[in-house]
């Protein structure tokens, strides 16, 4: 079964930026939607971005729009998602997930889409 291994968390000052990389272990997630969602204490697991598994397409939550993007490199079956002008409020556990559909035209944006999920990493923005 495929796995997806998260890096790249750590502690950061608001407006810094990160990049958080998922690899998987498997070629074959490169012909899955995947998608970053992110935990933080007390809260539920929400949506932050997605990508199709072509690539050409990607969405975002409200609350990353403009400061999140999101890629893939398929031949290194690599997700990344580039984090920009950090606030205190993105601080969460993020989880890199594939999507339940092979090549599906779209990616999920809840949780129920999404059947592989990594371990997470810890991202921690102080003010």
């Known amino acids: 079964q495929v796995q997806l291994v998260e890096s790249g968390g750590g502690l950061v000052q608001a407006g810094a930026s990160l990049r958080l990389s998922c690899a998987a272990s498997?070629?074959?997630?490169?012909?899955?939607?995947m998608g970053w969602f992110r935990q933080a204490p007390g809260k539920e697991r929400e949506f932050v971005a997605g990508?199709?598994?072509?690539?050409?397409?990607?969405g975002f939550a409200d609350s990353v729009k403009g400061r999140f993007a999101i890629s893939r490199d398929g031949p290194k079956n690599m997700v990344y998602l580039q984090m920009n002008s950090l606030k205190p409020e993105d601080t969460a556990v993020y989880y890199c997930?594939?999507?339940?559909?092979?090549?599906?035209?779209?990616?999920?944006?809840?949780?129920?889409?999404?059947?592989?999920w990594g371990q997470g990493t810890q991202v921690t923005v102080s003010s």
């Open positions: 990508i199709s598994w072509s690539g050409g397409r990607s």
């Open positions: 498997e070629r074959t997630f490169s012909s899955y939607g």
């Open positions: 997930a594939r999507d339940r559909v092979y090549r599906g035209s779209w990616y999920g944006s809840t949780t129920d889409n999404y059947d592989v």
